[in-house]
């Protein structure tokens, strides 16, 4: 199971750090990645990390501006994200899944989300 936290209201140009907490002992094993989804629009990807930590991949959109990490002692996945802009107010979720990838029908595991609202 997952469960994403840290999301709130931020001003442009301001941070939030998100985590996605999992359980189990295999979520190690995992790799996690973060998506999001504005009023009206799609899923978009966001952000990836490998099972280990040492592969990431973003969305264009936020590339440069945003941070994936892990902590598996943890059990816990991070999202830093800086410089935000209006255009990333969205519900952020986090998934897991044993493959490495972009595409959220390919993740088995979801967290409930969290709510980022950027004001201009």
């Known amino acids: 199971q997952l469960q994403a936290s840290g999301g709130g209201l931020v001003q442009a140009g301001g941070s939030l750090r998100l985590s996605c907490a999992g359980s189990?002992?295999?979520?190690?094993?995992?790799?996690v990645g973060w998506f999001r989804q504005a009023p009206g629009k799609e899923r978009e990807f966001v952000a990836v990390i490998s099972w280990s930590g040492g592969t990431s991949y973003y969305a264009d959109s936020v590339k440069g501006r945003f941070a994936v990490s892990r902590d598996n002692a943890k059990n816990t996945v991070n999202l830093q994200m800086n410089s935000l802009r209006p255009e990333d107010t969205a519900v952020y979720f986090c998934a897991a899944d044993r493959l490495y990838g972009i595409r959220s029908d390919k993740y088995g595991s979801w967290g409930q989300g969290t709510l980022v609202t950027v004001s201009s």
């Open positions: 189990g002992r295999t979520f190690s094993n995992y790799a």
